[in-house]
């Protein structure tokens, strides 16, 4: 039966993927893809020849009904992100939901994702933990971030590298700037790198050592009393 497969690539080492993953990439009659340069390249890796077509955030609330109709017509559908968990802070959630309010099966693989090694790695609780994302840039930041004033889980942001300091200062406003936290940048990758520290020490750290590449940002909760 055709169907969308959601499938997880690789958040930096082109070996951290299923063999499920590579079998349903070489096997589907198309692959969706965020960015299809960067896709090209694991498949390349991987020596699969399935043909691709763009779908990011900017195109998706005009090609999901195309879409739908492929698969309600015969074809098997995947769908990838540039790196990670498609639907994780990138482009998967519309899509999924349209197929489901048209009873198309979808499938989703486990795989990588970058917010479970940086919460484990961080040393910090990770039995209860909330996931984040990205703040706003602008409008809603300073509200989403008061809103978690009070949260006693773990808390896992993902953030730009240009815009680590300015949210690790932010934070230390809101939380006190003795708040236990940890940087993760460039998990799986050559410089992967783990600060751990209060949140007052990271932002002093990374203003000395202007950061790079992909960050996850993992804050302690409040204590509860």
């Known amino acids: 039966m055709s169907k969308l497969f959601l499938v997880p690539t690789p958040i930096g080492n082109l070996k951290d993927i299923t063999f499920r993953a ?3 990439l070489g096997s589907v009659d198309l692959i969706l893809a965020e960015d299809t340069r960067q896709t090209k390249k694991l ?7 399935t043909p691709l077509q763009s779908h990011h955030m900017f195109n998706e609330h005009k090609s999901v009904e195309s879409i739908c109709s492929k698969i309600i017509a015969g074809q098997t559908i995947a769908l990838v992100s540039d790196a990670g968990t498609p ?6 959630f519309l899509l999924v939901r349209t197929c489901v309010e048209k009873e198309i ?3 989703t693989l486990p795989g990588p994702t970058a917010l479970i090694p940086a919460l484990v790695n961080s040393g910090l609780p990770s039995d209860r933990f909330c996931f984040e994302g990205f703040l706003p840039p602008k409008k809603g930041r300073n509200k989403r971030i008061t809103g978690l004033i009070d949260e006693t889980r773990t808390m ?3 953030e730009s590298p240009y815009r680590l300091i300015k949210t690790l200062d932010e934070l230390a406003i809101h939380f006190g700037p003795d708040r236990n936290a940890c940087v993760s940048r460039e998990l799986s990758k050559i410089f992967e790198e783990n600060i751990r520290g209060s949140l007052s020490f990271l932002s002093e ?6 950061p790079k590449g992909e960050i996850v940002i993992i804050v302690a909760g409040k204590k509860e009393k």
């Open 156 to 158: 896992v942001f993902y």
């Open 43 to 49: 498949l390349n890796h991987y020596n699969i020849i």
């Open 205 to 210: 750290y990374y203003t000395n050592k202007p």
């Open 87 to 92: 639907g994780i802070s990138d482009p998967g």
């Open 105 to 107: 099966p979808v499938e």
């Open 22 to 24: 590579v079998e349903i």
